[in-house]
């Protein structure tokens, strides 16, 4: 599976950004889909997933209610939508896939077997 994340860029604080994860090789409606972050200085930070083809959701407290992960499997592309950005969302994200991870792993960025090379978000206050 190669993954190619696009979408990032500078924004205001309050703005929405949608980042795009395009997928070719494998098939892409069975994986398990993932953005995770990595801000400045910090650890890598899961964002939210959708667990192979159940369509079912899983988000990090601090994303909840602002960001939504969609997959178009037709298309092999991963969504997340960003609203009411906030400057702590800054970081680079990647996009990831896990052909075999269990619920209850989703967050374990060790999980996923194939990454996308990260796009910049940059948040201003």
């Known amino acids: 599976v190669q993954l190619q994340a696009s979408g990032g860029g500078l924004v205001q604080a309050g703005d929405s950004l949608r980042l795009s994860c395009a997928a070719s090789g494998h098939t892409f409606s069975s994986l398990t889909v993932a953005w995770f972050r990595r801000a400045p200085g910090k650890e890598r930070e899961f964002v939210a997933a959708?667990?192979?083809?159940?369509?079912?959701?899983s988000y990090a407290d601090s994303v909840k209610g602002r960001f939504t992960i969609s997959r178009d499997n037709a298309k092999k592309t991963l969504y997340l939508q960003m609203n009411s950005l906030k400057p702590e969302d800054t970081a680079v994200y990647f996009c990831?896939?896990?052909?075999?991870?269990?619920?209850?792993?989703?967050?374990?960025?060790?999980?996923?077997?194939?990454w996308g090379q990260g796009t910049q978000v940059t948040v201003s206050s």
């Open positions: 990831a896939t896990a052909s075999r991870i269990i619920y209850s792993e989703l967050t374990n960025h060790n999980q996923y077997d194939y």
């Open positions: 959708i667990f192979r083809s159940s369509g079912r959701p």
